[in-house]
C-alpha cells in the first residue's frame, strides 16, 4: 500500500515548516511528527516526506539513519536504549548490554517474543556525567548498574513504572 | 588582497582563498581527499592540516581563509605526524585488497601512504568493519563500499554538478556508508566522473575496470567530438587500444566529461569497423572500391556533388572542398550547417550533436557553394544525381536523395553509420587514428591527436578524396591533410 502523508500531518507540518526561514529546515521536527504517531519512520514514510519537502529522498534516509533517536521498524513497548559512546562504555555500558542481552535473549534491534521490550545500542544521550545512562522511550535512567536494571525491567514488565510515553 | 607566506615563500592571493589554493600556487603540494577545486569544500578527510603560527592547533588548509600576515608551514615534524595519524586512521577499516582493486595506480591511499606514512598498522586485520563489497550501481559504477573513505566528493558532485542527488551518507561514525534509494540507478549521463573524482577504489568504472593496469597505459591530448561543445579530453591507450577517455580540466569549456563522449571510443574498435569498401552491400577491396566510384561519378560528371560534414575536421572538409573543385569541377558543392548551438543541460552536452559545424562554416566561407536547402533542391529536381560526402552527414539530405533516386557515396568509419540506400561507402581512419581540427560552439579551434594506429589500408579520409581523385582522372596533390587548406582563412 502506498504510503500517504495524512492530513492531520500536513496541516502540522504546514504549521512547523513556517517557524523556518527554508522548508527543508523543518526536516527533524517532522521526522520526529512521523515517528510520534506511527512509532517509527517507515522507508514509504521517509520518500513521502522527501517529495513534501522537496528534498532528495537520500538526504531523508541519511538524516534518518544519522541519528539513532529514529526507529526504522517498529519497536516493543519499551525502548531499551543503551549509550554505547566512551563515558558510558567506560563506565560500564557493555556490561549492562551483555547483561540485558542474556536476560531478554535477544541482541541489538531486536525484540522480545512477548513485545515488550526492543533493545538498541545508540549514540551519546548527552548524560556523560552520569554514566552510564539507557534511555527507555523518552525517560532517562542514570547511574545504572546491573541490580538497578534488574528492578527496572521487573517495574517495566508489571507497569510499575510511569513512562512519558 | 591579504599577502601570507607559506614555506618561507610569500605570496598574494586573492581575498577569499583558501591557504590550500595559495599553496597550490606556490606550487607546494598539499595533499588532500575530499577537497576538490570544483566541489563545494567539505572538510572531512583532514588530510590536508597544516601549522599555522600562533594558532592553538593544526587546520584544515581546504577551509582555511588566506589572511594578512599569516606564516604557514606545510613541512614540520607536527604537520608531518598529523598526516601520519590521518592514514592510519583512514586505513584502519581499509580492506588493503590493492592486489584485485582497479584503482591500484591512481589510489589516493597507495599514494599518499608510500609518501606521507610508511608506518605499519597497529590495528589487526579480523577486527576491521566489514561493509558491501562490489555491487553494481546504474549503467557505468561500480561501488565498493569497504574501500571507501566518506570524502564525499561523489555525494557533492551529485548534488552540486548533475543537481540529481542520487548518493548520500547512511548511518554514523565506523557504520557509515555511501548509497543511493534501493533501486534506483546512479545514471544522470555525468556518472563517470565519479569514478574519476573518488581519490579510492570505492567508485570503479564498469567499462574499464580490470581491462589495463593504469602503469600500463599512454595517454595522448585530444578532443571530444561528441557534440559541439569540444570538451578537451584524454585519451588511454596501451598496444594499439584504446581502453578509456578521461577529461583534461581548462577553463574554457569542462572540467567533466559526459558519459555519451567517454563512451565514444567503442567505435573505434567495434567489431563492426570497416577496413574495406562496401558496393551496395557487399565487402569489396579498397582499390575496385574506389575505382568503381570514380568510374560512377565519371559517368555523371556533371551532377556529381560533394556534401561536406560537420562530423569532419577542417582539414578532411577542405580535401572534400578541393575534389569538388578541382577534380569534379562542379559548382555543386555544400559547406553549410545550420544547427542551434548552446549547452542544453546546463553542464557540458550541446544542443548541436556535431563537433565541427563551425569548423564546416570555415570552408564555405573560404570556399563558398550552395546553402544546405539549395542543395537538397537540385538533389530533389535531379540536377544532383552522385552525391559524394560522409555518413552521418547524408541524413541532411535524406529525403531528396531517396525521392529523387539520386546515388550516395559516402565515406564511414563503422558499419552502423552507414545510411540505408547507400550506393558505395569507403572507409576512413577516425580522429583516434590521424589528426585533425574542430572548431568548437565557441570558436575555440581544438586539435584531435592520434592515439592509436589505424587497421592497415584504412587511410585518412583526405588521403581517400587524394586517391578518389587521382582514379577519376585528377591530381590533387594532397601530401598531408594541411594540403588541402591553401586558401582558406584558418
Known sequence: MPFKLSEEFKTKAAHICAKYPRKDAALLPLLQELQGAAGYVAEEAMDALAQYLELPYARVKGVVTFYTMFNRAPTGKYHLQVCRNISCHMAGAPGLLAHLRAKLDITEGETTGDGLFTLSAVECLGACGSAPVMQVNEDYFENLTAEKLDALLEDLKHGKHPLKR | ?490
Request: charge should be positive; aromatic fraction near 6%; glycine fraction near 6%.
Open chain 2, 1 to 490: 588582497m591579504p599577502k601570507l607566506t607559506i614555506d618561507g615563500k610569500t605570496i598574494e592571493v586573492a581575498k577569499g582563498a583558501t591557504l590550500l589554493e595559495a599553496a597550490q600556487q606556490l606550487g607546494v603540494y598539499i595533499p588532500r581527499y575530499c577537497y576538490h577545486p570544483k566541489l563545494s569544500v567539505s572538510g572531512n578527510c583532514r588530510m590536508c592540516m597544516v601549522e599555522v603560527k600562533k594558532a592553538p592547533k593544526l587546520v584544515t588548509a581546504c577551509s582555511t581563509e588566506a589572511a594578512e600576515g599569516m606564516i604557514v608551514r606545510t613541512d614540520t615534524e607536527n604537520v608531518k605526524n598529523a598526516r601520519r595519524d590521518v592514514l592510519e586512521f583512514l586505513l584502519i577499516n581499509h580492506p588493503l585488497d590493492c592486489p584485485i582493486c582497479d584503482q591500484a595506480g591512481e589510489c589516493g591511499l597507495q599514494d599518499y601512504y608510500m609518501e606521507y606514512s610508511r608506518a605499519k598498522s597497529r590495528f589487526p586485520q579480523e577486527e576491521k568493519v566489514r561493509r558491501g563489497k562490489r555491487r553494481a550501481v546504474g549503467p557505468h559504477l561500480m561501488l565498493d563500499n569497504e574501500r571507501c573513505v566518506l570524502c564525499t566528493r561523489c555525494v557533492r558532485f551529485c548534488s552540486e554538478v548533475t543537481k540529481t542527488s542520487e548518493l548520500e551518507v547512511m548511518e554514523r561514525a565506523d557504520h557509515s556508508y555511501i548509497d543511493l534509494k534501493e533501486g534506483r540507478a546512479l545514471d544522470n549521463g555525468y556518472s563517470l566522473n565519479i569514478a574519476d573524482i573518488c581519490p579510492v577504489g570505492a567508485f570503479t568504472s564498469r567499462d574499464f575496470r580490470f581491462k589495463q593496469r593504469v602503469w600500463f597505459l599512454k595517454k595522448t591530448p585530444t578532443v571530444c567530438l561528441g557534440c559541439a561543445t569540444g570538451c578537451l579530453t584524454e585519451v588511454h591507450h596501451n598496444e594499439n587500444t584504446v581502453h578509456r577517455i578521461v577529461p583534461r580540466p581548462n577553463a574554457e569549456t569542462n572540467t567533466w566529461l559526459c558519459d555519451h563522449g567517454r563512451m565514444a571510443y567503442r567505435a573505434v574498435q567495434a567489431g563492426d569497423r570497416l577496413a574495406k569498401g562496401v558496393i551496395k552491400n557487399g565487402l569489396i577491396d579498397l582499390e575496385p572500391a574506389l575505382r568503381e566510384v570514380a568510374s560512377r561519378i565519371d559517368e555523371n560528371h556533371a551532377s556529381a556533388a560533394v556534401l561536406g560534414s560537420p562530423w569532419l575536421s577542417v582539414e578532411d572538409n577542405a580535401a572534400l572542398a578541393r575534389l569538388a573543385a578541382d577534380a569534379l569541377k562542379t559548382e555543386n558543392f555544400c559547406f553549410d550547417f545550420k544547427a542551434e548551438q548552446g549547452i542544453k543541460d546546463g553542464i557540458l552536452i550541446n544542443q548541436d550533436p556535431a563537433p565541427n559545424t563551425a569548423g564546416a562554416a570555415l570552408i564555405r566561407a573560404g570556399r563558398g557553394g550552395l546553402t544546405l536547402e539549395e542543395f537538397a533542391r537540385r538533389v530533389a529536381d535531379g540536377r544532383i544525381k552522385v552525391i559524394v560526402t560522409e555518413a552521418r552527414a547524408a541524413a541532411f539530405i535524406k529525403d531528396a536523395v531517396k525521392a529523387a533516386g539520386a546515388r550516395l557515396i559516402v565515406f564511414a568509419t563503422n558499419k552502423a553509420e552507414i545510411p540505408a540506400g547507400a550506393y558505395a561507402t569507403l572507409p576512413y581512419a577516425c580522429y583516434f587514428e590521424t589528426p585533425g581540427t574542430f572548431v568548437n560552439y565557441q570558436g575555440l579551434k581544438r586539435r584531435a591527436a592520434p592515439a592509436v594506429e589505424a587497421r592497415e589500408g584504412v587511410k585518412p579520409l583526405w588521403a581517400m578524396v587524394n586517391k578518389l581523385a587521382v582514379y577519376s582522372g585528377t591530381s590533387l596533390r594532397l601530401d598531408c591533410a594541411e594540403d588541402a587548406l591553401k586558401g582558406i582563412e584558418f
